[in-house]
Structure formats: C-alpha cells, structure tokens
C-alpha cells in the first residue's frame, strides 16, 4: 500500500509532528498547565459542532445500506475491501444542493462517508466516478487525516509548510481513489468532473486538458497554489492519469512571496494572519508576564547582594552593643546605586528596600548560636515568585 501514499507526505507529515508537539509542550510548560484549560474549552467547542454536523448527517442524509441504494454500496463495499480497510465506516449520502463534493469525518470513534447528491447523480453514467470520490475520503481514513490534526494544529499555519502538507494528503487520497478505479483515465476523467460540471465530463478531452498544466509555472498560479491547500486540478488529474509524469516546475520567486502568507486552510490567508495574530498573542500572554518575572526576580537579587555589606554591619553592631542601631551609625547610605531607598525599623531591625516594583523585606532573627541571620520576604507589589529562589 505504500504506493498510494505521495512521497512528500510522509516527509511533511513528520516535520508538522514533531513541530506541533515541541509547539504543544512549550504551550504547556509555558503556561504551567494553563494551556491544557483552553485546550479542553477547544475541544468542547469541537464535540459540539462535531455533533451538529453529525446529526445533520444522520437525520437529512440517506444512509447506504444493502438495502438502500445497494448499487452505490455495493461499490462503497468494493472499495473497502480494495483498500484493506475491514472495520467499515459508515456512508451516507446528502443531498448537496449544487454542491459538488464528497467529505470524510469522525465522531467519538466513528468514521463517516458523506457523497453529495450531486456527485453521485453525475457519476451515474461513469462505471468508477463514485468509486474514485469514495476511495478518495476512504483514503482520509486509511491515512489517519482526521485524528492526526490536532497534534499537529499549532503549526499548521506555518506558511509553505502547513498547505503543502495539505496538498500532499490530497494528492495521496486521490491516489487512494485511483486504486478503487479500473482504469487511470477513468479515475482523471472522474476527478475533471470537478472543473467541468456533471455533464460536460463525459466529453472532455484529457489530453487537451492536461496541456493547461504548463500553465501552473506563472508566479500567480505558482504562488496560490503554495498557500492553498489544494493542488490544482489539472495538476490533480495529470498526477492520477500518470503518476510518474514530470510535473510543471512553479516559479521561483512565489515561494519567497508566499514565506510570508500563513495557510489557513479554506478560510483563506486572510484569516491565516488572524490565526497568526491569535498564536502570538496566546505566547506573549505566556512569554510577557514570565519575562516580567524574571526581570523583577533579577532586580531583587540585585537588591539582596548589595545590601550584603549594610546588614553585615547592622549586625556586628547590634552583636557589639545589643542595641539596634541607625544606618547613620554604621556609617551604610540610605539608597542603593540604582536609587532604591533603604529604611530600617528601630524596634525590629527590619530592613526595607524600596524598589521601583515594590518592596522588599530584609528580617533579621537569631540562631541558636545567637548568630544573626537575615530572611527576605515579599512586601507591597512584589510577588512570591519575583524573589530569588535561596528566599524561599
């Protein structure tokens, strides 16, 4: 079965893997688990329009059955069985209202294959037009397309990389479709249907059409195929019809115009750069208050080091006299260097340094040896987290 899988796919497939994952993990870590409330909420808001699109199939479709229309099953069944694919999903058809296409989906462990009316009413003449369109989202199936998203989601937006994935997974579906069909001109002339309409197909001439494939070369059409993810059909139908056929190069300068058009599948690249938007802001929300941390963790650090020497000598003079003395006393200044002032308590010896972020407290207390030692704690505007780990 290798053969029916596009080269390209399994190579992309990979790189959007383990991307999507490292992406995934850095999301979680980042947000210290934040990330895994908004994937549920996600995956809530999914179940539900998963499970409206569901009973929208099941309560307006037709489901195919043995007994309901078992020419169209019959060949549901064959391709099951071409394709090696024994537990079957259920297949139903809908009516598509001038639509002319065919989807595969999933609900809570059940696959599902939706023909359109139209599709179905056209290939009614074709002896392998509705085997290549089922054989083609059985091969969304086969391929595991529709679990393997959501693993890969946070990247497959990435410009070039998410619509050429894309695109090699159609192109490896239509190759499941073809391997349903009895012959690759059968299986072109079935996916033409898709430019020409469901009657215009059947005198189409393929050879005249396949010549418009030199015309995918232009930047243009070379550029909106690389942020689509969907070949275009010329190139489809050419790759079906002969699949070792040498492909039409795409113009090299589209590829450095699309580096900066994010895929957002068929919303569209407009809504490519929402998503864009939308990611960076889901990481600066995590990457701006970690950074701010860090930033005040750091200046408080700074604070604890340099106020070393004034609590050294606070401390040998209460030591010496066991009275608390004044900063004046002990000759310390009342501002570190980059300008927090430094007050002390009479009765306590509390040091207090005020940064420009808040406070910070330095206590003093006796050990057991009647040393005396200093504990830093978060005042007014410093959180836990902002002091340096040896305070905790």
């Known amino acids: 079965m290798n053969e029916l899988i596009y080269p390209r796919e399994r190579t ?35 179940l539900f329009a998963q499970s409206a699109l569901i009973a929208h199939i099941k309560g307006n479709g037709i489901e195919l059955t043995e007994k309901q229309f078992p020419d169209i099953y019959e060949q549901f069944a064959f391709c ?38 139209d599709v179905v009413d056209a290939m009614s003449t074709h002896p392998d037009g509705v085997k290549f369109y089922i054989g083609h989202e059985l091969g969304h199936i086969k391929r595991k397309h529709i679990r393997g998203s959501l693993l890969r989601w946070p990247v497959l937006w990435l410009p070039l990389i998410g619509a050429a994935y894309s ?9 499941h479709g073809l391997a349903c069909c009895e012959s690759s001109t059968g299986a072109g002339r079935a996916l033409a249907a898709l430019s020409t309409g469901s009657e215009r197909w059947k005198n189409l001439d393929i050879k005249e059409y396949l010549r418009q494939n030199k015309y995918t070369s232009s930047f243009w059409m070379s550029l909106h195929e690389l942020i689509s993810g969907y070949p275009w059909i010329t190139k489809r139908v050419a790759r079906v019809v002969d699949p070792t056929a040498e492909e039409p190069k795409r113009n090299g300068f589209s590829y450095l115009f699309a580096l900066f058009m994010p895929y957002a599948g068929r919303m ?45 000598s606070l401390a040998n003079y209460y030591m010496e006299t066991q009275n608390i003395p004044t ?6 200044p009342d501002s570190l260097s980059d300008g ?7 009765e306590s010896m509390i040091m207090t340094i005020k940064l420009k972020e808040g406070e910070l407290f330095l206590i003093p207390s006796l050990d057991d040896q009647g040393r005396i030692l200093w504990q830093c704690k978060e005042g007014e505007g410093i959180k836990p987290n902002q002091l340096p780990d040896f305070c905790k």
Not at 327 to 332: I, K, M, P
């Open 12 to 46: 992309l497939g990979g790189i959007t893997l383990i991307l999507g994952v490292l992406v995934w993990i850095t999301l979680i870590v980042g947000s210290l688990g934040a990330a895994l409330i908004g994937l549920l909420v996600g995956f809530i808001f999914y």
């Open 268 to 312: 569209g690249s407009g809504f490519g750069l929402l998503i864009v938007i939308y990611i960076v802001g889901i990481i600066a929300a995590i990457a701006i208050p970690q950074f701010q941390t860090y930033r005040i963790k750091s200046h408080t650090t700074s604070a604890i080091y340099e106020s070393e020497s004034i609590r050294e």
């Open 167 to 175: 695109r090699a997974r159609e192109s490896t579906c239509d190759r």
């Open 327 to 332: 900063l004046e006393q002990v000759g310390a």
């Open 80 to 117: 099951c069985d071409r394709l090696k694919i024994y537990d079957r999903p259920k297949a139903y058809i809908l009516n598509g209202n001038g639509g002319f296409n065919a989807f595969a989906t999933k609900f809570l462990g059940t696959h599902f294959v939706v023909l359109m009316s």
């Open 340 to 346: 927090s002032t430094i007050s002390l308590s009479p």
